[in-house]
């Protein structure tokens, strides 16, 4: 961020924007890959209780992406998330890949998500694109939807005709490093195609904290597995650690959005 001079009101020396992303099984049933919801999902039984309660432990306080579609599969898990502090995003409606909408498709998922929201009582001001891309006509359609911040993959953060953006690198997104997915991804960034380990994936994450302003992603269902549901309390105690010193502003997306806004 050009010009800045520390961040936050306290001007510290770093920040670090904490977001989660993706709930449920959205995203399945959005790619075909599962054809029923079971509203049973464990990254919501399971996955997501252990991390709000690491949430807590820790004082740290989120910004949570989810599809509108667990506005209707898990009401009581989203209105939980708000009820303990944390910020709820728009992640689409089904996981779309985003950048392939046309710009009547995107209208219509991004006012289906806000209505949902809605229907329990929640607004959703940010938005982060399914697959990190946003279209040629995002910018205008959510200003038109009153979002006003955006998180895709990108390299500055800035604020453009009164929209904040918040962005981040893939480097910072744990499902870029543990899943077989994300290889052809890996092998274009100049990266190995195999997946790391976890302890590895934690360490190179690690290392990035404390400099500069970066956008931390983690993905409930992959903290199913104990190996990383390890390495991600162990960052997370880090983070903690950072904010206490002062050393980082740990904030969700939509704080960093309201200071972005409040120079611009």
């Known amino acids: 961020m050009a010009g800045v001079n520390g961040f936050g009101p306290e001007r510290l020396a770093s920040a670090l924007v904490l977001t989660v992303d993706n709930l449920g099984e959205a995203s399945a049933l959005g790619r075909g890959e599962q054809q029923q919801a079971t509203g049973r999902d464990p990254s919501v039984t399971h996955a997501l209780p252990w991390l709000l309660d690491e949430l807590e432990r820790h004082a740290l306080t ?10 209707e599969l898990y009401p009581d898990a989203l209105r939980g998330i708000a009820a303990r502090g944390h910020e709820l995003g728009h992640h689409g409606w089904a996981h779309e890949t985003w950048r392939e909408l046309s710009p009547d498709a995107e209208r219509d998922a991004l006012a289906r998500t806000i209505d949902a929201f809605a229907t329990l009582g929640l607004r959703p001001r940010g938005f982060r694109p399914p697959g990190g891309e946003l279209t040629a006509h995002s910018p205008a359609l959510l200003r038109e ?29 744990d499902a870029y490093h543990l899943m077989d997915s994300f290889g052809a991804l890996r092998a274009q960034r100049g990266e190995p195609e195999t997946p790391r380990p976890p302890a590895e994936v934690a360490d190179r994450i690690e290392r990035r904290l404390g400099s500069g302003r970066q956008t931390l992603i983690l993905h409930p269902f992959l903290m199913l597995d104990d190996a990383w549901a390890a390495e991600v309390g162990r960052l997370l105690a880090r983070i903690a650690d950072l904010a206490r010193s002062r050393r980082t502003w740990v904030v969700p997306g939509g704080l960093f959005a309201d200071w972005q806004l409040s120079r611009s």
């Open 62 to 71: 989120a910004t949570f992406f989810v599809e509108g579609l667990n506005c």
């Open 145 to 173: 939807h009153g979002l006003d911040w955006c998180s895709p993959a990108g390299d500055h953060d800035e604020v453009r005709d009164r929209l904040a953006y918040v962005p981040f690198d893939w480097e910072l997104v």
